[in-house]
């Protein structure tokens, strides 16, 4: 069956680059249409969507984040990292992968928190 | 790409039809027929119950359904159960492979 699994750190400070993976089982990312995004959830707020690698390796990400942003893929390793610069207090949230087949989130990982302070 | 628009709450009594609206504009909701919901519990990952508008994913009960019209998409639960008390999102396509979601929708069973 298909997983996916987000690790990271739980604290990061101001200013320092927060890196992020996303391991999956149950599918491959050489499959045409296939992609992992990364989606993330401040506390009590909101669903955003942060950036997809596809099959292709091409790579896609918000216009509001773009320049803080990369994601990068192993495909022997079956895992998506991301990697955000900078990062500031407004970037505590909880970090999803979610697998896109076509334009939906079919599957997601169950989140990790990271909290931004110092 | 700004948040798509969600009423922040509706409520309905069991048994009853709740509709939850979704408003973009013509570059993202408008313009796509990829408009998907989620329905999330707290503290949960959000759980896709339908994409491409209106199609249902195995195993979602087909109490929920959707459609669009122009930037607006919505998401209908008929025969409202105690269980559907929870928060929704919808989220659409928004072109060069980027997508965007809504602000949520808290529903409550009265």
């Known amino acids: 069956q298909v997983t996916l699994r987000e690790s990271g750190p739980a604290l990061v400070k101001p200013t320092q680059t927060l890196t992020l993976t996303c391991t999956f089982s149950?599918?491959?990312?050489?499959?045409?249409?296939?992609?992992v995004n990364w989606i993330r959830q401040p506390p009590g707020k909101a669903l955003e969507w942060l950036a997809r690698?596809?099959?292709?390796?091409?790579?896609f990400y918000s216009t509001s984040l773009k320049t803080r942003l990369t994601v990068s893929k192993d495909t022997s390793k079956n895992q998506v990292v991301l990697t955000v610069t900078n990062v500031d207090p407004v970037d505590t949230a909880t970090y999803y992968c979610?697998?896109?087949?076509?334009?939906?989130?079919?599957?997601w990982g169950q989140g990790t928190l990271v909290t931004v302070s110092s | 790409q700004s948040a798509l628009t969600q009423p922040r709450s509706v409520s309905g009594s069991p048994g009853q039809s709740v509709t939850i609206s979704c408003t973009g504009t013509s570059s993202d909701v408008g313009g796509y027929n990829s408009v998907s919901w989620y329905q999330q519990y707290p503290g949960k990952a959000p759980k896709l119950i339908l994409y491409?508008?209106?199609k249902r994913p195995s195993g979602v009960p087909d109490r929920f359904s959707g459609s669009k019209s122009g930037n607006t998409a919505s998401l209908t639960i008929s025969g409202l159960q105690p269980e559907d008390e929870t928060d929704y999102y919808c989220?659409?396509?928004?072109?060069?492979?980027?997508?965007?979601f809504g602000i949520g929708t808290k529903v409550t069973v009265l």
């Open positions: 690698v596809d099959w292709e390796d091409d790579k």
């Open positions: 149950g599918f491959s990312l050489n499959t045409p249409a296939m992609c």
């Open positions: 989220c659409s396509y928004a072109g060069s492979h980027t997508s965007v």
């Open positions: 979610a697998r896109g087949s076509g334009e939906r989130y079919d599957y």
């Open positions: 491409d508008v209106n």
